[in-house]
């Protein structure tokens, strides 16, 4: 009876929201009609519009912003200002008597006032009629053009798009017939008529995106490795970013976009020649740029000329490739760096046959993070050929090497070469002259020689000047390890226990005690924003405004210098969206104190179980599980390091201005080596109740170990209910084993924080909950990766395998274990392996 009653809610809530939709459209478009098809006979004329039913898209006429001709066009519903597609671009009405319907011959048009035709679909078949063809407005923007004979799609819009590239759109580029589908800008934002800026794929050789100007390139994306576009920053792969390259029989080699489902999001190529992605924020109401490009003077296309690389963070931006030099040195000194540059020494095949240094092999210089030269030459191949295929060629000149296309090679003038400092690029070998390597040998040798006696020099000075000031202060700084160790503090490292093990920290900002303790007005208590396993946290605000999170250690803390240290070597090396960032350290006066940055809306467990009244909606709660989602998989594939955390919770989880989620406390995390899978550990450290059993247990861990936290986190986001303080006395089970028996029951609603249930977003909870039981298998084998767990959040992967027994299905039992906890009773927990 209760599903029934259910069934019956959802039902209501449905088709009231069906009515919310049309009352919308009648007071926002004028008359909107209760389809999203338009049949023979029916007319569209200038006031009226449909609705896909996803309700994402409308069809109808409108004007341009400071115009008043009007269009055919297909808009996003949220707002009529981000028109995603227009007919008759060059065609415009000047009145509002148009009319848009299906013609006697099974075409769409577009007529005018005096029954004219402006602009028609043109399709031609001798076997369509008005009475056979109808046309349908798809939930991805696509406007499609049916014969309801049998013979399929006779037409649709996405075929020919005109600066948006909309979800499930194909751009493509056929190799052989030399057909492309491409976008193409509004000459204006007041006219939508072509412009001269257009993007689309060139897939002869290795396929790559570009925009043109008037057919000549001002962008590239560089080439497509299988995963990502390597020369676009902050692209991840596949499963996180949607994007993917298919070749079809016939030689189409086509580019397309899998959307997220739970975001808004548009790309577009503006009327400047940008292509610009965003994401519509409904709380705002307005668009938020997340990507664009080009976006500064490295992007444009051959910047620095013919074997010049453009580096933006350089001063200046171009410099002529290693074994190079100006072509012209007066107009490069000048900032006129087209003419780009020129060998300085022959090669080995260009030396003169008498030559004594004939023999003489020529090497390669390797220049890391770089969007590789245009005109790619390639082979299939493994990474340790590719140096010998570019040597024993002649004309080669540079070699690359990427997993998924094989060994790069270039051979003539190398074009549109641009360094990057993170997240994009790949290894480069530039061929030179033996000498030049010899040289720069040679240059290193007397520059280190120089650069170390002058350090010995300074070294001395200043531990001269360190032992008169002590002496005048009578003091010293000092910090006693564990073991009993004391080690003098230097400004630019901090040792660990073993004194081999350095941590550099030169690009760590070190705060004195003084700055942290004015910021936090002398750590005043109406500052404190908490309590956590390291110690209380105090908001701060340093003399140029900028707001902190100060962390500091408790001399009553479970967590020592140890944790300190592990916190400040680990996250100092990383840098990602959903990672708090360390700002810096403080170690003075016998304190311990990290800086983060400061999160205005605290931690998750205070809106999930804290009774706050700013309730998360669902659209926060999937947002803040796919961040979290990111931020592990880039702990454990992506960064630097592989790190797995060790002690992922809802008080580790906090939430920017924006509601971002960002991971923090990396007190307990592990660094693994590049082919470790799996560590064992003598002291489990972590938080009762988000620990894998296999870690608990055995003192096992790994990434999957971080999954079995994420499931658990997954189910408490759904549920509202913190696991640890979940108990059900009737039926002896803990949170897990209550949500798998509602799961098996087929009863899972019950589970659902009643705050946030709604039918629009019932599947894409019903969903996570899956997710979340697949996250908290047993058998670490069975979890998912965080890759599949993105991928699976995103429906990429749209058919979900069945969850099996989760582990600690029954009420948790502290008494089975050892347990220490810090004196502040705060949730950080020591269990012995057993």
Not at 339 to 356: E, I
Request: charged content about 20%; proline content about 3%.
């Amino acid at each position: 009876m209760a599903a029934i009653s259910t069934r019956n809610s959802l039902r209501t809530m449905i088709s009231g929201r069906n009515f919310l939709a049309i009352i919308f459209c009648l007071f926002s478009y004028g008359f909107c009609l209760e389809t999203d098809t338009i049949n023979a006979g029916v007319v569209l004329n200038d006031s009226a519009t449909i609705v896909s039913s996803s309700e994402i898209f409308t069809l109808g006429f409108f004007s341009p912003n400071g115009s008043t001709r009007r269009y055919l066009g297909i808009w996003y519903t949220v707002t009529k200002d981000t028109v995603a597609w227009v007919a008759n671009r060059d065609r415009p009405l000047n009145d509002s008597s148009g009319t848009f319907s299906i013609s006697a011959d099974g075409n769409l048009v577009i007529m005018n006032g005096n029954q004219e035709i402006i602009w028609s679909s043109n399709v031609t078949s001798n076997s369509t009629s008005g009475r056979n063809t109808t046309a349908q407005l798809l939930g991805t923007g696509n406007l499609v053009l049916r014969d309801v004979t049998g013979s399929g799609t006779l037409w649709e819009s996405h075929r020919y798009p005109t600066n948006t590239f909309l979800p499930a759109m194909r751009i493509f580029h056929n190799t052989r017939t030399g057909q492309r589908v491409s976008l193409n800008s509004w000459r204006s934002p007041q006219d939508p008529d072509y412009g001269n800026f257009s993007s689309g794929l060139f897939a002869v050789g290795i396929p790559q995106i570009y925009i043109w100007n008037n057919g000549r390139p001002i962008w590239r994306s560089g080439p497509w490795n299988g995963r990502v576009l390597t020369g676009v920053t902050r692209m991840y792969s596949v499963y996180v970013d949607g994007f993917s390259v298919a070749t079809e029989e016939d030689g189409t080699v086509v580019f397309t976009r899998a959307f997220r489902q739970q975001a808004l999001m548009t790309n577009y190529l503006n009327t400047e020649g940008v292509l610009v992605e965003a994401a519509w924020d409904n709380q705002k109401r307005k668009w938020n740029p997340t990507w664009q490009a080009p976006i500064d003077d490295c992007d444009f296309y051959n910047k620095c000329g013919p074997f010049g690389l453009c580096y933006s963070n350089n001063r200046p931006k171009c410099s002529c490739l290693t074994g190079y030099e100006p072509k012209n040195k007066e107009e490069w000194d000048s900032g006129n760096w087209s003419g780009g540059c020129v060998k300085r020494k022959p090669l080995q095949c260009d030396r003169d046959n008498n030559a004594t240094d004939k023999h003489k092999v020529d090497k390669f210089v390797k220049i890391t993070l770089v969007k590789v030269p245009d005109f790619i030459q390639w082979s299939t191949g493994i990474e340790t050929e590719c140096e010998g295929l570019c040597l024993g060629n002649c004309s080669c000149r540079a070699y690359a090497y990427e997993q998924g296309i094989g060994c790069m090679f270039w051979s003539g003038s190398l074009i549109d070469i641009q360094k990057f400092s993170r997240d994009a690029g790949s290894d480069f070998f530039v061929r030179v002259a033996y000498s030049e390597h010899d040289e720069k040998k040679d240059k290193k040798v007397i520059i280190i020689s120089c650069v170390v006696a002058t350090l010995v020099a300074i070294s001395f000075c200043l531990l001269l000047s360190w032992w008169w000031m002590s002496r005048r202060r009578g003091r010293s700084v000092t910090l006693e390890y564990e073991g009993g160790e004391v080690g003098q503090l230097n400004s630019s490292e901090i040792r660990l226990h073993n004194a081999m093990d350095k941590v550099n920290v030169e690009e760590l900002p070190l705060y004195s005690f003084e700055m942290v303790e004015n910021a936090t007005n002398n750590f005043d208590v109406a500052n404190k924003l908490g309590m956590g396993g390291f110690g209380p946290v105090f908001k701060g605000k340093l003399e140029n405004g900028k707001e902190i999170a100060v962390k500091r250690l408790s001399t009553e803390s479970g967590q020592g210098l140890e944790e300190f240290m592990n916190e400040v070597v680990v996250i100092s090396k990383l840098q990602h969206r959903n990672l708090v960032r360390l700002l810096g350290c403080c170690v003075e006066k016998d304190e311990k104190m990290l800086v983060y940055e400061y999160m205005q809306n605290r931690s998750l467990d205070v809106f999930l179980f804290d009774g706050s009244n700013n309730i998360l909606d669902w659209r926060k709660r999937f947002n803040i599980i796919e961040g979290i989602g990111r931020g592990l998989l880039y702990l454990h594939r992506d960064s630097r390091l592989r790190i797995i955390h060790r002690d992922m919770k809802p008080s580790n989880i906090l939430l920017d201005e924006d509601w971002n989620p960002k991971i923090s406390d990396f007190g307990m995390a592990r660094i693994f080596g590049g082919n470790q899978n799996q560590a064992n550990t003598r002291r489990v450290v972590g938080t009762y109740g988000y620990m894998a059993p296999e870690y608990v247990m055995g003192g096992r861990f790994s990434e999957k170990s971080d999954v079995f936290s994420f499931g658990i986190l997954v189910l408490e986001i759904v549920s509202g209910r913190k696991n640890t303080s979940f108990y059900s006395d009737e039926l002896s089970l803990g949170f897990l084993g209550y949500s798998w028996k509602l799961w098996n029951e087929e009863n899972v609603l019950d589970l659902i924080d009643q705050r946030i249930f709604s039918s629009s977003s019932l599947a894409e909870i019903m969903r996570c909950i899956h997710i979340g039981l697949l996250c908290v298998q047993e058998i670490p084998v069975n979890r998912p990766s965080m890759s599949t767990v993105l991928s699976m959040l995103s429906s990429e992967i749209f058919d979900l395998p069945v969850p099996e027994h989760p582990g600690f299905m029954d009420m948790w039992n502290g008494s089975h274990f050892k347990t220490a906890e810090s004196a502040n009773k705060v949730t950080i927990t020591v269990l012995e392996g057993r």
